[in-house]
């Protein structure tokens, strides 16, 4: 399994990114989960945004719950996280993560993760 990451950026408070997640080595469907997680200096990794690649079934955080879209297209094996009203505490390294464990509350954890991508970072200015 192979994740990778790009969109990432430096973009002005208010303004929007989006981020995709490429996968490679397993089929979408099935119990996969795709999550979007976040670490920023001195902080600890946190989800952001997960989706059931079976179902559509979404999980945001709440910081950014009505800001940030998850999507999916099984065509593209790509996972999208479209970021809208962006804020200066938005600024982290934006991982893409999966595992195939199937959607529950246990996919807001990291641990729970087997494979990660290697970042994009995103740095929101004010």
């Known amino acids: 399994v192979q994740l990778v990451e790009s969109g990432g950026g430096l973009v002005q408070t208010g303004g929007s990114l989006r981020l995709l997640c490429a996968a490679s080595g397993f089929t979408f469907g099935g119990n996969y989960v795709i999550g979007w997680f976040r670490q920023a200096p001195g902080k600890e990794r946190e989800a952001v945004s997960v989706i059931s690649t079976r179902d559509g079934r979404t999980y945001y955080a709440d910081s950014v719950q009505d800001r940030f879209t998850i999507s999916s297209d099984r065509t593209k094996s790509t996972v999208y996280l479209q970021m809208n009203s962006l804020k200066p505490e938005d600024t982290a390294i934006y991982y893409c993560?999966?595992?195939?464990?199937?959607?529950?509350?246990?996919?807001?954890?990291?641990?729970?993760?087997?494979?990660w991508g290697q970042g994009t970072q995103v740095t929101v200015s004010s």
């Open positions: 993560a999966a595992d195939n464990g199937g959607f529950g509350p246990w996919v807001v954890t990291p641990s729970t993760y087997d494979y």
